[in-house]
């Protein structure tokens, strides 16, 4: 099998071949890598919410809204602990979560992709592997629930003989 080419995969065209059937016979149909559809770091939200969510992460953004919480709640007294108090708390934590939503989607959004195109590669990679688990995350519920279903029934034959294989073990050891 020909080795990938390391990224950016924008110095070399890279082409999929897709093997489709009808009734006239198999044929090959190029699509592009699903990596090179959607490529998150080359827009500014991506970029953004990519150095963003690792500062956003971290123990200082963490020790930043701790002592903001401190300073607020030690104002206080200052402010009588007035409604428009509280309303700066609460308006300001509503826009940054609300915010932080967008920002934290974003992120598993990109990683989930990661993790799909790392196990497609091991997919692809081993000689007895079932290529069409490749791209699984683009089936339909039903399609996925079709493919559980398979699954549960090889797990299930799998106990099957294992249970199978337990007993006569212990059959002949009697």
């Known amino acids: 099998m020909p080795a990938l080419q390391p990224f950016p995969h924008h110095q070399k065209q890279t082409i999929c071949i ?39 992460g971290s123990k200082w953004a963490f020790s930043a809204a701790v002592l903001l919480i401190v300073a607020w709640a030690a104002s206080g007294p200052m402010f009588h602990y007035s409604a428009e108090w509280q309303l700066v708390i609460n308006t300001g934590t509503t826009i940054i979560t609300f915010l932080m939503v967008f920002l934290i989607q974003n992120t598993q959004n990109r990683d989930a992709r990661a993790i799909n195109l790392k196990l497609n590669e091991l997919i692809r990679s081993g000689d ?32 099957d003989r294992r249970a199978k294989r337990a007993a006569a073990a212990k059959a002949n050891a009697t």
């Open 18 to 56: 897709v093997l489709s059937q009808n009734d006239q016979g198999v044929f090959a149909v190029p699509q592009k890598p699903i990596e090179e559809e959607v490529r998150t770091t080359n827009d500014w939200f991506g970029r953004f919410a990519a150095s963003s969510s690792g500062w956003l």
């Open 128 to 159: 007895n592997a079932e290529n069409q688990m490749i791209d699984i995350e683009n089936l339909s519920d039903l399609e996925l629930d079709d493919l559980q279903a398979r699954y549960e029934a090889v797990r299930d034959a799998c106990e």
